[in-house]
């Protein structure tokens, strides 16, 4: 293990990749040493290259028990290491609320790829302190943020997270973005599908086509029979869509749900 720590910070890269990939497929076999070797990694960010700090963060599954918190939010903070949306990655996969305050800053960051893993660490700590926060990524220029807030919002759920997701796709947005929020709606909890089904009886056809493309995705048996009627629905959208053809296509999504089910209930 000595040899292997130094390797881990050789100046070559493929030594240090190689080194690190050994630790990993022993972790992976069940060797307890390797596995707290990884989370000895994450414990020390300063001690390693961030490119063997960064990946040993993508393994939290396999360390051992134990409270990473106080290590993690040093890392999170030090913004001269420059891997911060990496551990909040990780914070958001070990459930460490005490990282919220950094996360949300990180929401600020040019880069959209970093600002969408901030977002997605949000959801997985699902702190509803910071639902505000991620309804403003709402109208974040780029689509992968927008679609990462709301499935961040899904994920924290309540009455506060949720009402974000609907108040958005109420207020007409593009057919990408409502796509996403209604995705998140199919998946929030709780209470979506008693509202989904409410809307989509409502007198705006937009509304009636966003809620049939959700309720095929919660898939739910009970949508069934209503997204049958709602395959006889008329009304058309902005685009020239209607709301029929959201309907056939939220009982698709629906039928290849409910199969997969069944094949996991006989598995």
């Not at 700090?53 to 999170?76: H, M, Q, V």
């Amino acid at each position: 293990m000595v040899r292997e720590w130094a390797s881990l910070r050789s100046n070559d890269p493929e030594v240090r990749v190689e080194a690190l990939s050994a630790l990993y497929y022993r972790a992976m076999d069940g060797d307890g040493a390797s596995r707290q070797a990884l989370a000895d990694i994450a414990a020390d960010h300063r001690a390693f290259p961030v490119d063997v700090y960064s990946r040993a963060l993508n393994w939290t599954f396999l360390f051992p028990p134990g409270d990473l918190t106080g290590p993690l939010l040093e890392a999170l903070a030090d913004e001269e290491y420059g891997c911060a949306p990496y551990v909040a990655m990780a914070c958001g996969r070990l459930r460490v609320r005490a990282a919220v305050p950094l996360i949300l800053a990180l929401l600020d960051d040019p880069y959209q790829f970093y600002r969408g893993m901030a977002c997605t660490a949000l959801g997985e700590i699902g702190d509803p302190a910071a639902a505000a926060a991620l309804a403003h990524m709402l109208d974040d220029p780029s689509e992968h943020v927008r679609a990462e807030a709301a499935n961040a919002l899904a994920e924290i759920g309540g009455q506060e997270a949720v009402g974000h997701l609907w108040a958005r796709l109420a207020a007409h947005p593009a057919p990408s973005q409502a796509g996403h929020l209604a995705s998140a709606i199919a998946n929030a909890r709780p209470g979506s599908f008693d509202r989904l089904v409410a809307t989509a009886a409502d007198d705006d056809p937009e509304l009636r086509h966003w809620a049939a493309r959700a309720l095929g995705a919660t898939g739910d048996d009970r949508a069934e029979p209503l997204l049958e009627r709602l395959a006889e629905d008329t009304g058309t959208v902005c685009t020239g869509g209607r709301v029929s053809t959201a309907a056939r296509r939220g009982l698709k999504t629906l039928r290849r749900l409910q199969a997969r089910r069944a094949v996991g209930d006989t598995s």
